[in-house]
């Protein structure tokens, strides 16, 4: 039976309750080497992540990202930020997407992980391109963390589009910044563990 299942649209999303977000008490900015250090810790004693990653946009025709510009890993629990500016946070960070058995969720990740590998000189362990489990359960569209949410929990992701747009590359993240990254990584997270998925070697 190849039954495709439909996806919710726009308007039937923004009539759903919102879905309840990572506040600023539960996301850890990491920018210097004691944070990695303890994020690391953190991180590696957790099966599965949330992540993903921002880039200063790039608006000019033939403009290259030099991005990542911040990685976000998510348990549960907690969400960390990672500036890559930062050499040590750059060594963590890489670190951690090489680590083989923990899965690293997410959706749209592609172009995540050819950046990471230009940028961070690894090769990613362990993603899990969220899109690609929906797929397999008969959804035909491209689901993204909102259509996720909505499928999943019966609630509304909210995403601002101006912090979807700022630079990432700043040194000093705004909070609006800090919540917009962290949460993407914890919907990814939650999407995930609500599906039911294991974790990969």
């Known amino acids: 039976m190849n ?5 919710p649209d726009k308007d039937a999303i923004a009539l759903l309750p919102p879905f ?3 506040g600023l008490d539960r996301i850890t900015l990491v920018s210097n080497a004691t944070q990695a250090r303890q994020a690391h810790s953190h991180l590696t004693q957790a099966s599965a992540w949330g ?28 969400a960390w930020v990672f500036q890559l500016h930062e050499p040590e946070c750059r060594a963590v960070a890489a670190d951690l997407l090489a ?26 362990q362990g993603i899990l391109e969220l899109n690609t489990v929906f797929h397999q359960r008969g959804y035909r569209k491209d689901m993204g963390v909102k259509g996720a ?46 599906l039911g998925l294991e974790p990969q070697s």
């Open 3 to 7: 039954t495709r299942l439909a996806t």
């Open 20 to 22: 309840e977000r990572l």
């Open 51 to 78: 992540f993903d990653t921002e880039s200063k946009p790039t608006f000019r025709v033939g403009e290259a990202s030099d991005g990542p510009h911040i990685l976000q890993l998510s348990t549960a629990e907690r």
């Open 99 to 124: 680590l083989g058995g923990t899965a690293k969720a997410g959706f749209g990740l592609g172009d995540d992980r050819k950046r990471i590998i230009h940028k961070l000189g690894i090769e990613p």
């Open 149 to 194: 949410v909505a499928v999943l929990f019966n609630q509304r992701f909210i995403k601002s589009k101006k912090a979807a747009t700022s630079n990432w590359a700043n040194a000093r993240l705004s909070e609006a910044q800090l919540v917009y990254a962290a949460n993407d990584a914890y919907a990814a997270f939650r999407v995930w563990q609500a």
